[in-house]
């Protein structure tokens, strides 16, 4: 079991980051990796086993299926079903916690997935950068910092 | 029931956090409103079930007792056993988390209790800000940190 972990600290309150990222088809508006995302079946994109099915900027296609979403933890888990890397049982979590002393937001991704050993670590870097860092970033600058 | 949640961001690696705040009888070393502590029964501060007794400045007694201690989480709870102060039901929560993008700490603290009708108000601020903000503060003085603007 490989597991990703990569935390931040984003300038902005809670509510209003997750506001910005609750939306379950909505990568594409703030996530710069993404290109394009649909819900499947025509679903809502906060109906729990909704499936996203978005692609990448280079092409690469992913299916997701929406697991668990709380207004009130604001956390949103979810699985891949399809994608094109070399990895089974992905599931990954990203949630907000207010800091209290400051109108900052604490956010946290991880994800935990099965691979072979020895593109683990190729694997892990790169969801953690790519994906899950480079999702902070774009917070970080849609938020602004001081 | 009362609830209180209170969370800081400090500029340390969680580990240098974690080793001030795992110390179950540390307190007195850094939180302000402890005169002294000691672990009953001189067992270890990191043996879940160990109390400690300590005092405050004004002389007042408590008892608290160690209920879960993780090193891996980063965690640690604690319950009231006794106190002059009317908190009843007390449970309290601490987590460190590694703010990976920054080498910083995230560390909240939390509890629920019970209070007299009429006092929650009261015994939240005592909670919250006398005891947990005053700590976040007391923490960041005793590493050698900067002090956040609204403490300073």
Redesign the interface.
Same mark, same amino acid.
Not at chain 2, 97 to 102: C, F, H, K, Q
């Given at each position: 079991m490989a597991r990703v972990f990569v935390s931040s600290v984003i300038d902005a309150p809670a509510a209003k980051v997750w506001e910005r990222v609750r939306d379950f088809n909505g990568l594409p508006r703030w996530h710069p990796r993404i290109r394009d995302s649909r819900i499947e079946n025509g679903e809502p994109s906060d109906r729990i086993g909704c499936v996203r099915d978005f692609h990448l900027q280079n092409g690469d296609r992913i299916r997701e299926k929406l697991l668990g979403l709380s207004d009130y933890d604001m956390f949103c888990t979810y699985a891949i079903l399809e994608s094109p890397m070399p990895l089974t049982n992905y599931v990954a979590n990203l949630r907000l916690t207010p800091v209290t002393d400051g109108e900052r937001t604490f956010a946290e991704w991880t994800a935990e997935f099965d691979c072979e050993p020895e593109v683990a670590e190729d694997l892990v870097n790169g969801i953690g950068t790519n994906v899950f860092q480079g999702g902070f970033d774009a917070l970080k600058r849609h938020f602004g910092s001081r | 029931m009362v609830k209180i949640?209170?969370?800081?961001?400090l500029e340390a690696p969680v580990e240098a956090v974690w080793e001030v705040l795992r110390d179950f009888n540390g307190h007195d070393r850094w939180h302000p409103a402890v005169a002294d502590s000691q672990i009953e029964r001189g067992q270890p501060f990191d043996r879940v079930g160990c109390v400690r007794r300590f005092h405050l400045a004004d002389g007042s007694e408590l008892r608290e007792q160690l209920l879960t201690l993780s090193d891996m989480d980063m965690a640690f709870s604690y319950c009231l056993l006794d106190t002059p102060v009317p908190l009843l039901n007390y449970v309290a929560h601490v987590r460190l988390?590694?703010?990976?993008?920054?080498d910083?700490t /995230?560390w909240?603290w939390q509890s629920r209790f019970d209070t007299p009708a009429g006092e929650e108000a009261a015994l939240a601020a005592m909670v919250g800000e006398g005891i947990y903000?005053t700590g /976040?503060a007391a923490v960041r003085r005793h590493m050698g940190l900067a002090a956040?603007a609204?403490d300073a």
């Open positions: - | 949640v209170k969370s800081t961001v988390t590694p703010v990976t993008d920054g910083l /995230f909240e903000e /976040f956040r609204a």
